[in-house]
């Protein structure tokens, strides 16, 4: 019995480990450390079950399918149906814009309209309507007409390739919203037989850049290759442009001005509404004049009657309700006695222009502000310093009575110098005299190129601003502390954070006067969703033609219309006038290498507004955060979503958002960023971080002598709470102040080492500046050809 010795058989049982019905209550709970796991829940798919049910859930898919077709296609049909628009674009210099109407025109035996403006065709065969719009090389027509087109014919010549005006037009069109296109090319007959299936290949290469799906590329040379581009504009589908769909617009066939009281007047513009219906107790927009209320709107005739026909046969569709309508008041009237905040009067500000004024010498300013001044012609800046004017002689008064006696001189009427007076007066236009500017070099028609100190400014400026860049790239938000400056009264307004995602931060503390002058929504998502229901209904269909009656419009921008350009107006939704904080999410452009500062002058297309900005960027939110703190960036990143934020009136929609840098030329502005608009969330916090950054002096284990932090023992104390960091991912705190000299020992959660560098992270929250403004051109006439008109203009004054 001794020798006995148990042997375990081969079926004995062993428990897994996953399985927790074995295991204890102490070592579940050791186990979860307070986790709950969540249960998954098993429901039964939705789908059809059986054969008769999938057949039906089909025939209800291909309904929905053919009722958004219908809802699509029911414009452009029947006898009283909206016309298709077609933009014809030139992308090369030689492109004969005539030619291609006139072949399109004669596949359906029609005569070319001699009429200006959009031209109207009416094809039997394929029971459609066409209204061409022929672009000049003009960057904001193009802008304009792609905002309302449906198709655009692409005309590219098989001699000449695409220039970068035709660059620019193509990259605008694809992020402002695709429309669908039609490539054609011109001037192919003129090429070897041999080298046109190159030619044509080497197009469809071009175009799929922009559209990949674009296969094939048409000619307009005889009448069925014509006829075939005809039929596709007849047979295809337009694509829907989500943002322009969701608000009426109309391109103009015909505007007319009656003038009222002073410069205002009513605008009567002409056309076939588009998209939503319009209504008349909304406002509508103009391009580079802003938003106007509608006085009525009327239905237009669709024969092409004279203008007492059409007021004969014309009915009012709609009227504005005195209750119901919006007014064009877009900023709040802040109330300054509720803050301690002063506001500088209107009487104030005039005190201030004069007081600049005497302190350059008493010389008259422009409207713009410069200082001029009456010489004789020749006479050039500097030697104009040297000319004692009137009030400029010297006196033996004293200052105490020469002032007082101003003060006096202010209250009577003063009498001008003229024939009783010893010193003559000069009249402006005087031939021997003229006015100079006193501000700067006076400048001739001579000088075509920068002086050597204008050139060497600008040269130091662009190396400055690269160098801002690098040392940004190298050591970013990393400052140093100020030696004349007091830490504590330099960085006053920043403010340590525990965590930069979950440390609590107040929206609505230390807020500057700019945000009592915009609009909060209490529900944004809620509101766009009601306003867009309600825009859906109105009291005549989209595809009337129809007149509006716009109210209050200053008679310069009837002047600046021309038949010839294309002339656009969009009708606003509600509270689309007013203003808010604005955060669109962009990302830069990868042909733009320059540096693009926050606050940087920029033009923002934003749909169909166009206004000058100085936005600020900010990191995209990954969503973890509850606080809402998002981290300002000085430089705008290359290949990294960022999010600009602005002062501008309320958008609804994902409307599509392009940056653009303003140059000489308007037909060639920059390309800066693109995006669409994010939302209108004024308790967004952009936080601008700064790093005060110091060296370890003397190192026992986990405690340290820190100096070159901080320069005197107040800011010490001053800072003692902020916690601290080091480049090697240790955290610490200030325990005490050394000495007078800024010296501070520090303990660690950990040793640290000698080449170990230690950072105290400090944020302020930063707002945009209202700076946004209306952007006011490219409608004039003088770039109407895009910069030809121009150099003639300028060629005539030199003959």
Not at 525 to 539: A, D, E, W
Request: with cysteine; glycine share 6%; aromatic share 8%.
């Amino acid at each position: 019995m001794d020798s006995f010795r148990h042997r375990s058989g081969g079926l004995k049982q062993s428990n897994k480990p996953f399985k927790s019905k074995h295991a204890s209550k102490n070592s579940l709970k050791e186990k979860s450390k307070g986790k709950i796991n969540r249960s998954s829940i098993k429901q039964r798919g939705q789908g059809p079950s059986n054969k008769a049910d999938r057949r039906h859930a089909a025939r209800v898919a291909q309904q929905k399918k053919r009722s958004e077709v219908y809802e699509t296609t029911r414009v452009f049909e029947g006898k009283d149906g909206a016309p298709k628009i077609v933009a014809v674009l030139p992308l090369c210099p030689d492109i004969d814009m005539d030619l291609a109407i006139q072949n399109l025109y004669k596949a359906v035996d029609q005569p070319v309209p001699q009429t200006p403006g959009p031209l109207n065709m009416q094809s039997e065969r394929f029971k459609h309507k066409f209204q061409f719009v022929p672009l000049q090389r003009n960057f904001i027509d193009v802008m304009d007409a792609m905002k309302v087109a449906d198709f655009t014919i692409m005309l590219m010549s098989a001699e000449v390739e695409v220039d970068k005006f035709g660059i620019t037009c193509l990259l605008g069109v694809l992020n402002q919203g695709l429309v669908s296109p039609i490539p054609v090319v011109q001037h192919l007959e003129r090429t070897s037989p041999k080298l046109r299936a190159n030619i044509k290949k080497s197009l469809v290469a071009f175009v799929q850049q922009f559209y990949p799906e674009e296969a094939r590329v048409h000619t307009l040379d005889t009448e069925a290759e014509a006829m075939t581009v005809l039929r596709m504009l007849a047979t295809q589908r337009p694509r829907s442009i989500k943002w322009r769909e969701q608000h009426p617009y109309l391109l103009a066939e015909n505007v007319e001005f009656e003038e009222q009281e002073g410069e205002l007047g009513t605008l009567k513009v002409t056309g076939v509404a588009r998209g939503c219906p319009f209504n008349a107790n909304r406002l509508v927009h103009l391009q580079n004049y802003g938003d106007f209320q509608i006085e009525k709107i009327m239905s237009a005739p669709v024969s092409s009657a004279q203008v007492s026909d059409m007021q004969e046969d014309s009915a009012v569709l709609d009227i504005p309700n005195p209750d119901e309508q919006d007014d064009l008041v877009s900023e709040n009237e802040p109330d300054f006695m509720e803050n301690e905040q002063t506001w500088p009067t209107e009487e104030e500000l005039a005190e201030a222009d004069e007081r600049v004024r005497q302190m350059n010498g008493g010389q008259p300013m422009d409207s713009e502000g410069k200082v001029t001044k009456l010489v004789p012609k020749g006479t050039s800046a500097y030697q104009a310093a040297w000319i004692v004017d009137e009030e400029d002689e010297y006196s033996d008064v004293d200052e105490d009575e020469e002032g007082q006696d101003m003060m006096e001189d202010d209250d009577e009427n003063v009498e001008p110098a003229g024939a009783d007076s010893e010193f003559p007066s000069f009249d402006d236009d005087d031939e021997e005299y003229e006015l100079i500017d006193m501000n700067g070099k006076e400048k001739t028609d001579e000088d075509d190129e920068f002086d050597a100190e204008e050139e060497d400014r600008q040269l130091q400026e662009y190396l400055a601003r690269q160098k801002e860049l690098k040392s940004h790239t190298d050591f970013p938000d990393e400052v140093d502390t100020p030696l004349d400056t007091p830490a504590r009264v330099r960085f006053a307004r920043y403010r340590g954070l525990q965590s930069f995602r979950t440390s609590p931060w107040d929206p609505y503390e230390n807020l500057p006067i700019d945000y009592s002058r915009i609009f909060q929504y209490e529900n944004y998502n809620r509101t766009k969703n009601r306003i867009l229901t309600q825009n859906l209904v109105g009291k005549f269909r989209a595809r009337t033609r129809i007149t509006l009656y716009i109210k209050d419009v200053p008679k310069e921008a009837y002047e600046s219309y021309s038949p010839s350009r294309p002339f656009v107006v969009f009708g606003l939704l509600q509270y689309e006038h007013k203003m808010t904080v604005l955060n669109f999410q962009i990302s830069r452009d990868n042909a733009y290498e320059e540096p693009v500062k926050s606050k940087d002058a920029m033009i923002l297309h934003m749909g169909f507004r166009r206004m000058e900005v100085r936005p600020i960027y900010s990191q995209r939110g990954n969503g973890k955060g509850h606080n809402n703190v998002h981290k300002y960036e000085r430089f705008l990143q290359m290949g990294k979503p960022s999010v600009a934020t602005i002062y501008a009136p309320t958008v609804f929609g994902k409307v599509p958002c392009l940056l653009y840098k303003e140059t000489d030329d308007v037909n060639d502005p920059i390309l800066v960023s693109v995006g669409s608009f994010m939302d209108t969330d004024t308790r967004r916090i952009v936080a601008k971080r700064i790093i005060l950054s110091g060296h370890p002096y003397k190192i026992h284990k986990r405690s340290a002598v820190i100096r070159f932090m901080f320069f005197n023992s107040e800011d010490v104390h001053w800072f003692k709470p902020v916690q601290l960091t080091t480049k090697y991912g240790r955290t610490g705190h200030i325990k005490e102040s050394l000495g007078t000299h800024g010296y501070v020992k520090c303990m660690f959660d950990g040793p640290i080492t000698q080449q170990d560098t230690v950072m105290m992270y400090l944020y302020k929250r930063v707002f945009p500046k209202w700076n946004t403004k209306l952007w006011k051109g490219g409608l004039n006439h003088a770039i109407s050809a895009g910069g030809e008109s121009k150099a003639m203009e300028i060629d005539a004054m030199e003959e």
